[in-house]
Each structure stands twice: as C-alpha cells, then as structure tokens.
C-alpha cells in the first residue's frame, strides 16, 4: 500500500479545506446554537461533487474510491462534525445504498439527483424499540395488489424532514428471520409519509435528526430495492462501507481538536511560557497526534480492501471502533489544554468534544463494533 497521498486527493483536500474555511467556519456556532440544517450549504457542495463522491460518472457522481471519500469526509469534519455526518450519511447510506443494489432504472433516476444534491437522501433503518438490535423491527409493509403499505416509524433518522427521498429497510416477514425484511425507496410527498420532530441533540447539532412516520403509506413494488427479503443483508453491507464514513468523520473532528490545542498551547503562556513547553501538554498532543495516525491507517486498510472488492467487515468495524474512540479523547483533551476557556462556547474545544460523541454511538455504537469484530475472529476471518 501507498500510504502517501495520490493527486487527487491532494487536489480534494485543498479545494475541501477552502471551501470549509469560506462556507463553513463562519457560521458553525450559528447553526448549532440554532440547530439549523443548512440546505443551501448542500446544494453548493452538490456542485463541487462532494455528494455524489462514490456515485460513477456515468450516473453524475465524482467517480472516486474510498481513498478520496475519506479525504472529502476528514476534511470537512475537521471545521464542522455535524456537516461531515451529514456528507457521510447522503453519500455512503443513502445513495450508498442505491448505488449497490437498485437496478438500472432506479440507478437513472435517482443517482444524478442525490449526486447533484438536488435532492438529499435519508436512510432509515433504527426504530424506538430497536436500534442496536435493528432486525428485530416492527414497522411493516404488506402487499396490496402491486403495492406494498407501509405502516410504523423509524426513529433517529437524519435528513427525515429535508430530506427528498429515503431508503427505508421495514419488515415484510416474519421477526426473527434476517430475510423478512425489504429495502424501499420513498419519495418526500407520498401520501402517509412524513418526518417528525427534530431532535434536540447533545452535537451534531446542525445535521438533521428526526423520525420517520410511515401511516398506511403505499408504494409501488417497483421500489423495493433489490429482492424481496433481502433488506437487512443489504443494510449490513451498506453499514460496512459506512463505518469508513464514520471513522473518517471522527478522524476529522480528532484532528480538528488536535490543530486547535496545538495553536492554543503556544499561544497561552503560563508561568512564564506557553503551555506547550510543559510535558504535561506536549504529551498530550503526542498522544493525540499518535492515536489520530493509527486510525488513519486503519482506515486506509479498510478502504483499501473496500476499493478492491474485498469483504472488510472486520476491517471496517475496527476503524469505526479505534477513529470514534479516539476522537472523543482528542476532544477531551483539547478542552483540558484549553484549560476554563475550552469549557465555554467562545472557543472550539467544546463542540469537538460534543460532536465526537455521536461518533461511538452511531452506525452501531462501540460495544457493537466489539461484536461484530469478536464474531469475525472466533470464525478465523
Ligand atoms: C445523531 C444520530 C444520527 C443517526 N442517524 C441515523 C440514520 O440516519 N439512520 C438510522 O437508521 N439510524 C440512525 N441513528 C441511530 C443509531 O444508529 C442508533 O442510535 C445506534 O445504532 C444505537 O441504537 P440505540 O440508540 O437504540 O441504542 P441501544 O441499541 O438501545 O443501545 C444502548 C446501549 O446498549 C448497548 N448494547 C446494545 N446491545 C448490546 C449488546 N448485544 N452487547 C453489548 N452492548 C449492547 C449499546 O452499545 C449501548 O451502549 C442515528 C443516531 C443518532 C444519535
């Protein structure tokens, strides 16, 4: 593996880094005191090709591989969290999960649309009862004729209010069974469809979170993506790619920490000199710094089987788990070497902190990680 970066990236990190310093810096605190989804801001990442970073040419995308997604997502999360998890959820659940099992026609039309970010997609899989356990789901869709109606709710879904189409994974068998279950596509505006209140979130706090409500709403069976049954099988590999997503966000949010309290820690002097000069700190940014490396390459690992078409299940899972963890304690550590001021909103220690969280909890929280990559150890995989 080539572990320097290629040109492409080069040129991705560079046009990233100065549209986040332009769009996205001056109005973080803004959008998350006021939790404000700022749409407009999606549609001009549309036009820069950050929404559609795996979709193929051919369907109006970027073209790109994992490689160059993980640079869109780092990037972009180093300034905002809560913009990269929402880059992270269009591109690799939404459409993700388009792009690898709708046929040529869905593919058509909608592909081009989420790619553009003329439209911004959803994904639902988590409902009130079942988040960790999500195949144990209750929202359900019987066939009616040549439709399907769907009744139940999804819960923490982002994108459920903006967003203009949703990929939604519900029950069409038997519980218990991994292949009762079947992926749809729903378009904003279908009669019984509608998104619920927005969460009011701990960070993340300017990405859209929200239920689904889903109220004798019927579709069409040509929007069942794929086969009928084979939902949650699709969905585990839709989520195998997404913890790239997320390990990528988190590795952003720890190295957005980690440059914050570097700056800081020579520019606060105590006892004579900057903080930067004591051990206590300076080892703190080694630690972080050092932590920070291990993810990236773990992830490099991950997409790189994931380029090559290789099964990364554990691979993903162990990035997810390592980049999410040690983002929370970059965040943490960069508010103690803000010392008070990393404590207040005046300084951006704290919303580090507070975005890095979602990252051990969402696409399946930390213990779930452990699962999946004990599971895979024990089968000698
Ligand atoms: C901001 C945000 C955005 C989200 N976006 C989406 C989205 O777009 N689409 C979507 O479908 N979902 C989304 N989610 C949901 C997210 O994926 C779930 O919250 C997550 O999977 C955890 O489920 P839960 O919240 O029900 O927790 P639970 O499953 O109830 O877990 C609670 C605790 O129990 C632990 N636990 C559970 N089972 C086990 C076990 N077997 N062994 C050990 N420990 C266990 C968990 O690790 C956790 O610590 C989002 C959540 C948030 C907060």
Redesign the pocket.
């Known amino acids: 593996m080539d572990f320097e970066k290629n040109e492409n990236q080069l040129m991705i990190t560079q046009m990233v880094r100065d549209f986040a310093e332009k769009e996205i810096r001056p109005n973080i605190m803004k959008w998350d005191e006021s939790q404000e989804f700022p749409v407009d801001l999606f549609k001009k990442m549309g036009e820069l090709g950050l929404m559609g970073v795996l979709v193929p040419t051919e369907y109006g995308g970027s073209g790109f591989g994992y490689f160059e997604y993980i640079t869109v997502v780092e990037e972009i999360s180093k300034v905002c969290g809560s913009i990269g998890?929402s880059v992270a959820?269009h591109n690799s659940?939404c459409t993700g999960h388009i792009m690898q099992f709708g046929n040529e026609e869905q593919k058509q039309k909608y592909l081009p649309k989420l790619a553009s970010a003329e439209w911004i997609g959803?994904?639902?899989?988590?409902e009130q009862g079942?988040?960790?356990?999500?195949g144990g789901m209750s929202t359900t869709a019987v066939l009616d004729g040549k439709d399907y109606v769907i009744n139940g709710s999804?819960?923490?879904?982002?994108?459920a209010i903006s967003g203009d189409v949703a990929v939604v994974i519900v029950r069409t068998g038997e519980k218990g069974d991994s292949h009762g279950m079947t992926a749809f596509i729903i378009e904003k505006g279908t009669p019984g469809f509608s998104g619920g209140k927005k969460?009011d979130?701990l960070g993340?706090r300017a990405?859209e979170?929200a239920g689904l409500f889903f109220d004798n709403c019927r579709v069409p069976a040509s929007n069942v993506l794929g086969k009928v049954g084979d939902g949650f099988v699709q969905s585990m590999k839709v989520l195998d790619g997404g913890r790239i997503s997320i390990g990528s966000l988190a590795l952003g949010i720890g190295r957005g920490a980690l440059e914050a309290a570097t700056k800081y820690s020579k520019e606060r002097e105590q006892f004579g000199k900057p903080i930067s000069q004591f051990q206590g700190v300076s080892f703190k940014l080694a630690d972080m710094a050092t932590e920070l490396l291990a993810s990236e390459l773990l992830l490099y690992q991950a997409a790189d089987r994931k380029n090559k078409g290789q099964k990364m299940t554990k691979e993903g899972a162990m990035a997810k788990l390592f980049a999410s963890e040690v983002a929370v304690r970059c965040g943490n550590e960069a508010v103690q070497i803000f010392g008070g001021y990393g404590y207040t909103k005046e300084f951006p220690a704290e919303k580090f902190y507070r975005d890095a969280k979602?990252c051990t909890?969402?696409?399946?929280?930390?213990?779930?990680q452990k699962?999946v990559i004990s599971r895979e150890v024990l089968t000698g995989n």
């Open positions: 998890l959820a659940l959803a994904w639902g899989l988590t079942t988040g960790s356990d999500a999804k819960n923490f879904i982002t994108h969460e979130k993340m990405s979170t979602l909890i969402g696409e399946g929280t930390s213990e779930i699962l």
